[in-house]
Nanobody, 121 residues
Framework: QVQLQESGPGLVKPSQTLSLTCTVSGGSIATNYYYWSWIRQPPGKGLEWMGGIDTSGSIYYSPSLKSRTSISRDTSKNQFTLQLSSVTPEDTAVYYC?????????????WGQGTQVTVSS
């Protein structure tokens, strides 16, 4: 059974870059065709798909966040990462990593527990 775990700082200052890592166990991020996604949920709002990377290493971004988002992976560590630049308080959210058989929130079948990130000076 695949398990995902997010890690990273819980507090980021405005204008800085938010960096999170998702560590995957129980399955390789480079085999069996899946999409590995980053999703967030701001307080009082719904889930927002931010972007993802598939098992071949192709990367996909939400158009609304593409200019500020970078996703990469380290297959030797079975991890994939999220960087979100020029953050503002509106980027405060619970951030999740997830696995799915297609892009988008509705197609994710395995989720990390989520990590709270607050953007504040």
């Amino acid at each position: 059974q695949v398990q995902l775990q997010e890690s990273g700082p819980g507090l980021v200052k405005p204008s800085q870059t938010l960096s999170l890592t998702c560590t995957v166990s129980g399955g390789s991020i480079a085999t069996n065709y899946y999409y590995w996604s980053w999703i967030r949920q701001p307080p009082g709002k719904g889930l927002e798909w931010m972007g993802g990377i598939d098992t071949s290493g192709s990367i996909y971004y939400s158009p609304s966040l593409k200019s500020r988002t970078s996703i990469s992976r380290d297959t030797s560590k079975n991890q994939f990462t999220l960087q979100l630049s020029s953050v503002t308080p509106e980027d405060t959210a619970v951030y999740y990593c997830a696995r799915g058989d297609a892009l988008g929130v509705d197609f994710c079948d395995s989720w990390g527990q989520g990590t709270q990130v607050t953007v504040s000076s």
